[in-house]
């Protein structure tokens, strides 16, 4: 139900039914040119439906207040609860006036930034100095100082949690495993784009392992001569190492077609020796 350009998508949908040997579709389509949120949602009093049923809904393309247009989809999936719903919030640029997402990012690494506003339909676009995408933290100068921070920070609150956890635990392996799904995979996220290259940097991430190695030989009643020596009793590998591993992998996947990235394979020097 909603705006005419997902007549294809439910045409699509219908196709990819037509040849199932062992259940019958019927689709019905609601279509209104131009129509707000309040319109759609209003069909779904209307409808009856039953746990097998799927409906598909298209809002937001034609609301002013896109929380609006959230608040009634709310209201709408209550009426709903009893079919699988497939909801897609499409918003106009013409309704992102003021929205946060009308940022730029400058990347150089030039001491003195190029002063330019750029616009979007007449709305000017506002300067960031870093910016947020898929979890990683871009900065200006793209050295991932923020990012690093970041992770730190949050790595340093999950271990005093797994600490917190596992006080009364005894078993080693269990606590190592809490360590793993909750400390290392927040320091490993995509480590691969912003892997430091200084040693302040790869100190801070090193500090968290540090003190998790030095809780759990706490419990062991262990000491040792070295931080190393520690990683190698308890079967861990430092986190340089697995960085390390981990584009050891990316290369391995590019070189054998596993990954499909013919712009990063394009930058691998090969040697060919001639005879």
């Known amino acids: 139900m909603g705006t ?6 439910a045409a699509e949908l219908t196709k990819s039914r037509m040849n199932s040997r062992y259940e019958d579709y019927q689709v019905t389509a609601f279509i209104k040119p131009f129509a707000s949120t309040e319109e759609v949602l209003k069909i779904c009093t209307n409808l009856k439906v039953d746990t097998h049923d799927k409906v598909i809904l298209c809002v937001g393309e034609n609301n002013d207040d896109p ?14 609860k009893h079919a699988t719903v497939i909801a897609m919030n499409v918003t106009s640029s013409k309704h992102l006036n003021n929205n946060s997402l009308n940022t730029q990012l400058k990347l150089t690494r030039k001491k003195q930034l190029i002063d330019y506003n750029y616009s979007i339909n007449n709305k000017s676009i506002k300067s960031v100095s870093s910016v947020r995408d898929l979890g990683i933290r871009l900065d200006s100068k793209l050295t991932f100082n923020e990012h690093i921070d970041s992770i730190v920070d949050k790595a340093y609150k999950q271990i005093g949690f797994v600490k917190r956890v596992c006080n009364d635990f005894s078993s080693i392996n269990c606590i190592k ?49 070295s931080y190393e020596d520690a990683c190698k009793f308890y079967r861990l590998d430092t986190l340089e190492l697995r960085r390390l591993q981990h584009d050891i992998f990316l290369l391995h996947g590019l070189w ?19 005879y």
């Open 4 to 9: 005419q350009q997902y007549i294809g998508l």
């Open 67 to 80: 929380v609006t247009a959230i608040a009634e989809l709310y209201a709408a999936l209550k009426l709903l």
């Open 177 to 225: 495993a809490l360590y793993f799904a909750y400390v290392r995979s927040v320091l490993e996220y995509a480590n691969i784009i912003w892997s430091p290259k200084y040693a302040k940097h790869k100190h801070r991430i090193d500090s968290i392992q540090k003190l998790f190695i030095k809780f759990i030989s706490s419990k062991d009643h262990n000491s040792f001569a």
């Open 256 to 274: 054998s077609g596993n990954i499909d990235c013919p712009d990063l394979l394009s930058k691998i020097s090969i040697l060919v020796p001639k």
